[in-house]
């Protein structure tokens, strides 16, 4: 099974108010990752878990939180979603990084 | 460091026809090579990648890609399109099982009927 789940696929949220993403993989990956992906845009990654150590990009770092309780979850948290955080949010797994990673379908956050 | 160029925003062809879809990258070693695909309000799905070995790798669904080190390319191919392929298409290199994906900006292709 190669299945990376997310949940939920659409999700809208309030300026200011706080967003919760949920990833899972049943595959055993140890790495996992976070992408903003946006129309006409390459998908840009936020964050990832390498075992149980996260590490975030630089210019996204005070941005986004990421929880990681067990093997199998990933999570993405916002704590005061912006217009521009309207996108596609897309939750990957691999083993070890720079391999080939599976995607989850996706969460469409609209925020108002 | 590594990058990558996918050189065609769009690519429009006719179904039935051939399609190549470019990738040039930059690195200093041989790269782990890989063609992603996103289809209409869904995720990325792997079509194919390289390692090493033979430059032509096949992948799902018809699509093959042939690596050229001394051109720095990984061209995406097809011999003849059919219209669920209308998709985007994204290139992504890393240096080794250690380093993060490098990501092309992406090609919109558009199969005319």
């Known amino acids: 099974d190669t299945t990376v789940k997310q949940n939920p696929r659409y999700k809208l949220a309030r300026v200011g108010k706080p967003v919760n993403l949920i990833c899972s993989q049943t595959?055993?990956?140890?790495?996992m990752y976070w992408y903003q992906k946006k129309p006409n845009q390459a998908p840009k990654l936020l964050l990832f878990?390498?075992?149980?150590?996260?590490?975030r990009e630089a210019d996204t770092f005070e941005k986004f939180q990421s929880s990681r309780p067990n093997n199998s979850f990933c999570s993405l948290y916002i704590g005061s979603a912006g217009l521009e955080y309207s996108a596609m949010y897309l939750c990957?797994?691999?083993?070890?990084?720079?391999?080939?990673?599976?995607f989850g379908p996706g969460t469409r956050l609209t925020v108002l | 460091a590594q990058s990558v160029t996918q050189p065609d925003a769009r690519v429009t062809v006719s179904e039935g026809a051939s399609l190549q879809l470019r990738c040039k990258y930059s690195?200093?070693?041989?790269?782990?090579l890989f063609w992603y695909v996103q289809y209409p309000r869904q995720g990325l799905q792997l079509l194919l990648k390289?390692?090493?070995?033979d430059p032509v790798v096949q992948g799902v669904n018809g699509f093959e890609a042939e690596f050229s080190k001394s051109n720095s390319s990984f061209h995406l191919r097809k011999a003849s399109v059919h219209w669920s392929d209308s998709a985007v298409y994204f290139c992504?290199?890393?240096?080794?099982?250690?380093?993060?994906?490098?990501w092309g900006s992406g090609t919109k292709l558009i199969i005319k009927p």
């Open positions: 992504a290199v890393s240096r080794d099982s250690n380093y993060q994906l490098i």
């Open positions: 690195s200093s070693v041989t790269p782990y």
């Open positions: 390289y390692y090493s070995g």
């Open positions: 595959m055993n990956h140890d790495t």
């Open positions: 878990y390498y075992d149980k150590i996260l590490n």
């Open positions: 990957a797994s691999s083993r070890g990084l720079g391999g080939e990673q599976y």
